[in-house]
């Protein structure tokens, strides 16, 4: 089993175990982003602002790795024509759970996204990709294909981390590893990951995540940082997520 196959399994049993970021949207907050009134997340707390997304009135736009009804359902009750790829299968049932409840249509697609995608070329106007390429070892592939599938013009919205959270032990009060943290490599790292059940993780520089953007042919427009949401860290006000808003 690789490691991706790990992830996929770990974020499944997760889910059954009630994981905050596989649990569904209401019946109540999709009629209320019907009615114009929405919000929607790329990483742990700060809601991404409206004009990044713009008008979604028949854009195409890919959830990558965006499965669990969350966000998804969101852009569908605003017009959009929706993609998602994710390769859990707890979280691909959600995106179903969602539709069929809520009677839109969407493409749902099970598939591993450090393999290419399979999309045509500039087949999207936006890509939402939300904090997961931590379960990546290789983030720039990504970023190529994200570009690859991406009309020009269009936006990629990426929420990544700041790699700060793999350097601590678990109360967030000790540095304890080495950069790059990378468990396919280090054993030590590994066995941290399993003792706290955290599938396999992996740091990323901000090399990797922002000039990994810029390399592929992005131009960076926006970005903020944000917290953990909870424990030590998010208690003193320590960013440990960044989102961005790039243009191809």
């Not at 195409?60 to 852009?75: D, E, N, T, V």
């Not at 013009?153 to 981390?161: F, H, P």
Request: glycine share 8%.
């Amino acid at each position: 089993m690789n490691y991706q196959d790990i992830n996929a399994k770990t974020i499944d049993r997760w889910i059954d175990e009630g994981w905050q970021w596989g649990k569904p949207i209401s019946h109540e907050t999709y009629l209320k982003a019907l009615a114009g009134e929405w919000d929607v997340l790329l990483t742990p707390t700060k809601p991404v602002p409206h004009e990044w997304l713009g008008n979604l009135h028949d854009k195409k736009i890919l959830g990558l790795a965006c499965g669990g009804g969350q966000q998804m359902p969101i852009f569908a009750a605003l017009g959009a024509d929706c993609t998602v790829l994710d390769y859990s299968s707890r979280q691909i049932e959600m995106e179903h759970l969602v539709a069929q409840r809520e009677q839109y249509t969407i493409r749902i697609i099970q598939a591993d996204m450090t393999k290419p995608l399979p999309f045509d070329d500039g087949e999207f106007d936006i890509i939402f990709h939300p904090v997961s390429n931590c379960y990546v070892e290789d983030v720039r592939a990504i970023w190529k294909e994200c570009y690859r599938v991406l009309k020009r013009g269009g936006y990629l919205l990426s929420g990544v981390d700041h790699y700060i959270n793999h350097i601590v032990d678990e109360n967030e009060k000790t540095i304890i590893n080495s950069l790059p943290f990378n468990p396919l490599k280090n054993p030590e790292q590994m066995q941290q990951l399993q003792q706290s059940d955290s599938g396999v993780q992996f740091s990323h520089s901000l090399e990797e995540q922002i000039q990994g953007q810029l390399d592929t042919g992005f131009r960076l427009l926006n970005l903020y940082e944000d917290t953990n949401g909870e424990g030590r860290l998010h208690d003193l006000h320590i960013p440990t997520f960044l989102a961005m808003r790039s243009v191809k």
